[in-house]
């Protein structure tokens, strides 16, 4: 039994989740909850979900991969469990990438993110952690956290002629068969 990944457009995509309490950090509810993220995260096939992404409201963040077919040049990341993470850019250098989403299916955008980043955040024993990331992983990393404030990645594009229908756009035209 797995969570439906919510689309675009739905209201509980569509505005900032909820932070979590200090106290709701290592409780069993809460844990069971994650688990169900790190879950759907596997069924569907993602690099990264975001806890509204599958309708809960909570400022939680999994990402982590070994090999995915959407994105079959990129290096693998490990399972990571955000609590409440937050961004600070390393620099004014954003690089344009192509993106797509669970919650955006069959679409593909270039988008703009930061080259690199520190995340801050809490694990699941509530202790404040913190990640340096560049290039593909900060740009997973910037795309999962804006969820978190409502954002979907179309509405971070800057030129439409860059978005299209995956089966469509030829950049993919190969890529989709590796
Ligand atoms: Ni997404």
Request: hydrophobic content about 35%; overall charge negative.
């Amino acid at each position: 039994m797995f969570r439906d990944v919510i689309k675009m457009g739905h209201p509980k995509l569509m505005h900032p989740a909820q932070a979590v309490s200090d106290d709701e950090i290592g409780t069993e509810s809460l844990n069971t909850l994650i688990d169900e993220l790190v879950s759907c995260l596997h069924h569907y096939k993602g690099v990264g979900l975001a806890a509204n992404q599958i309708g809960i409201d909570k400022r939680i963040v999994v990402i982590g991969f070994d090999k995915n077919l959407r994105y079959p040049n990129e290096p693998s990341i490990p399972l990571t469990i955000m609590i409440n993470p937050c961004i600070t850019p390393l620099t004014n250098t954003e690089i344009d990438g192509w993106e797509g989403c669970l919650s955006v299916p069959g679409l593909r955008g270039v988008v703009p993110r930061y080259q690199s980043i520190r995340c801050s955040y809490r694990n699941l024993q509530g202790e404040p952690m913190a990640i340096d990331a560049e290039n593909f992983m900060a740009r997973v990393i910037q795309h999962e956290c804006d969820h978190l404030d409502g954002i979907c990645f179309p509405m971070r594009m800057r030129d439409m002629n860059q978005f299209g229908f995956e089966d469509s756009l030829p950049e993919f035209s190969n890529a989709s068969q590796v």
